[in-house]
């Protein structure tokens, strides 16, 4: 067969003819973060990942994406408040005109610091929460900072922001909707995103542990939508259900390679914050090549977009322009094969892959200790062997 990176992009669908712009910028700013949550999306091996970019870096990769078209800037980790440089990318995303988001644990955000990063025009900030309560928060994060993370909301208020927070769902906190919506709503959210975990990263290793059961899920929703009812359109909360718990995948980035350019730390071009894992594909990396040539011309960005390598049952579907076979990491840890259909979809020779692991899930839930130890995000204790167990698509212990 035809190997799809081969295949010149005006060749592989109507999309991959001619992309549009990254719309969508991320730059990860480091890897570097106090925390160390147990569903960190972060790689879990940091051993091939070469030093940060240097601000000149950044500010280059800034201007050469808002020249071919990126609008919207997000600035995250990593918790980027720890490159002191951060007020300079904003200053100078602001100056090209972006519009831009801090997404941030809120350590490091001193009244200072959050004047600074408001003098060189900062549009938005999220902030997360791990729990509505001190000990679970401080438990999931491993540190002490849900005192320091509602002083930091206050402030976010006193300087005028919108009050976003984001607080990641899994089986250890989805019975605290009521009372994290509440604790918002105390603080005067303005949006609230509700985000179940999706397994990739440290979630990833914490599968077993983190996955709730269809009974907590429900009751989850129920929560929310009551919510809603007595709030209104006051406050607005997103709640992102969790894909083990669906029939079709979400399509993944709005397809690989349409809209979302992301830069890691150390300069290396991904089309998803996650695809670095992805095996035979050689990531360009910002220090070699221009964001255009990254963009429009690289193998690895090119090498899923349009509909080439595609396999069955996506090939064939119908639904293949909605979903673009679902998520790619996601196919790849759970069959080990990339281009397989996401498991998620009922459609999917694999699917029962992702009806296991929810049902071991069920078994779980009532039970009234870990089936396994958490692993909290900790380089130290991370080895290469340990990270290439967690992409060969066997099951997290
Ligand atoms: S998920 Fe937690 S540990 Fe990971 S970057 Fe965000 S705050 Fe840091
Ligand atoms: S078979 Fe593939 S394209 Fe069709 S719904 Fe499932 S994942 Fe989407």
């Known amino acids: 067969m035809t190997d799809p990176a081969a295949v010149p992009a005006e060749r592989q669908g109507s999309d ?8 969508w910028l991320l730059l990860e700013l480091t890897y570097r973060c106090p925390l160390h949550c147990v ?5 879990t091996d940091l051993s091939n990942v070469g030093r940060e970019l240097e601000t000149a870096e950044w500010l280059r990769v800034l201007a050469e994406a808002r020249a071919l078209g990126s609008v919207q800037l997000g600035l995250s980790g990593g918790e980027p408040l720890a490159r002191e ?8 995303a602001h100056r090209l005109g972006f519009y831009t988001n801090l997404i941030t644990s809120g350590v490091g955000l001193t009244e200072a610091r959050l004047a600074a990063l408001q003098a060189a025009g900062l549009d938005h900030i999220q902030l997360s929460f791990q729990d509505s309560t001190r000990r679970m928060n401080d438990f999931l994060s491993s540190t002490r900072t849900f005192e320091l993370k509602s002083r930091v909301a206050a402030l976010i208020r006193k300087y005028r922001y919108p009050m976003v927070l984001n607080v990641v769902l899994h089986r250890l906190n989805i019975d605290h909707v009521e009372e994290i919506l509440d604790m918002a709503e105390r603080m005067g959210a303005d949006y609230v995103e509700l985000a179940n975990t999706q397994y990739y990263g440290w979630a990833w290793r914490n599968r077993a542990q983190l996955l709730p059961s269809r009974a907590q899920l429900r009751r989850a929703e129920e929560a929310t939508a009551r919510f ?3 709030v209104g ?5 997103f709640f992102v259900v969790p894909d083990y718990f669906e029939v079709r995948p979400k399509p993944c980035m709005s ?3 349409r809209v979302f350019l992301g830069i890691a730390p150390d300069g290396v071009a991904l089309p998803c914050q996650s695809a670095r894992m992805l095996p035979g594909l050689d990531f360009p990396n910002v220090r070699a090549a221009s964001i255009r040539s990254i963009w429009y011309d690289s193998p690895a960005f090119n090498r899923y977009r349009g509909e080439a390598w595609m396999k069955e049952p996506c090939r064939s579907c119908p639904e293949r322009g909605r979903d673009f076979g679902g998520c790619r990491c996601q196919a790849y840890l759970l069959t080990g094969d990339a281009a397989n259909a996401d498991p998620v979809c009922a459609l999917s020779p694999h699917h029962h892959l992702v009806t296991e692991a929810v049902a071991a899930a069920e078994r779980q839930a009532g039970a009234p200790a870990l ?12 080895t290469r062997a340990d990270s290439r167990a967690d992409t060969l698509g066997r099951r997290p212990k």
């Open 255 to 257: 397809g690989l390679g």
């Open 85 to 92: 440089d951060l007020e300079t990318i904003v200053a100078a």
């Open 228 to 230: 809603r009812e007595r």
């Open 233 to 237: 359109r006051r406050m607005r909360v």
């Open 371 to 382: 089936a396994a130890p958490l692993a909290f995000r900790d380089y130290r204790e991370v």
């Open 39 to 43: 569903f960190c999306y972060n790689p």
């Open 16 to 23: 991959a003819a001619r992309p549009g712009p990254p719309l």
